[in-house]
């Protein structure tokens, strides 16, 4: 129980970074720890104690192995948060070109 | 010489990466080629091998590491992963269905030379992974020195 409790501190200290930090890097930065805080998540989903990873090897044989299907999700989900991150930061240095700044208090001529 | 040192990191960082750089690339071939046998495969090792490149490009500045990857070249490498991924798939079609095992020799399993088309696949997908993850790479680079240009 407590590895799913730490799992969910971390997902705590990415929101906060999201919604308390004026930066936009700080804010990106909270982003990627919600999304390795999810992909935890899953992974401890699967997790059995004492089993090992499903890949066959040579000579041997495993009796008591991890569930593979959260992995195979977490696998696609790492992928898809790098895109996800670069065209997040792509973005912020639009932003950075245009109103040479990264704190968004600072950002307010949107209107007009 | 003057010139040349003012690009890119310091001394150091240029003489570890002149030494590290090669291992890294062909770390991330051997994950790639034995993708079928051990953890890894083709979105890991082409993380690697894109990695490499980028180290090349922070330590020696952006001219040396597009000298030897050309960013034509990159999208060039990243529509030929999509593409022989794709031409795998379909060749299927010759037996009946779709991403179907066109080799009729098997082989042993746990060598190198098994499981058909998986390597196959797993080589078109880091060419893919790695072209593209260089080219946003230097996407962002470029982007910025276009700003600052301005």
Known sequence: MIEYILCFLLFCIGLYCILRKRNIIKIIIGLGIIEYAVNLFFLLIGYRMYARAPILAKDQVITNMVDPLPQALVLTSIVIGLAVTALIVAIAIRIYEKYGTFDITKIRRLKG | ?150
Do not use: W
């Open chain 2, 1 to 150: 010489m003057k010139d040349n040192q003012q690009k890119g990191m310091s001394l150091i960082v240029k003489t570890i990466t002149r030494l590290t750089v090669g291992l890294i690339l062909l770390y991330g071939i051997y994950i790639v080629l034995h993708g079928h046998l051990t953890p890894g495969g083709g979105f890991a090792g082409g993380v690697i091998i894109a990695l490499s490149f980028i180290h090349l490009m922070l330590a020696y500045g952006k001219e040396t590491a597009l000298k030897k990857l050309f960013q034509t070249l990159t999208s060039v490498l990243e529509s030929m992963g999509a593409v022989m991924f794709l031409t795998i798939a379909v060749l299927g079609f010759l037996g009946g269905y779709f991403f179907l095992n066109f080799f009729l020799n098997k082989g042993r399993s746990f060598e190198l030379f098994s499981a058909g088309i998986i390597p196959l696949c797993n080589i078109a997908i880091s060419l893919k992974v790695g072209a593209g993850l260089f080219a946003i790479f230097v996407a962002l680079v470029l982007f910025r020195s276009l700003g600052e240009k301005k």
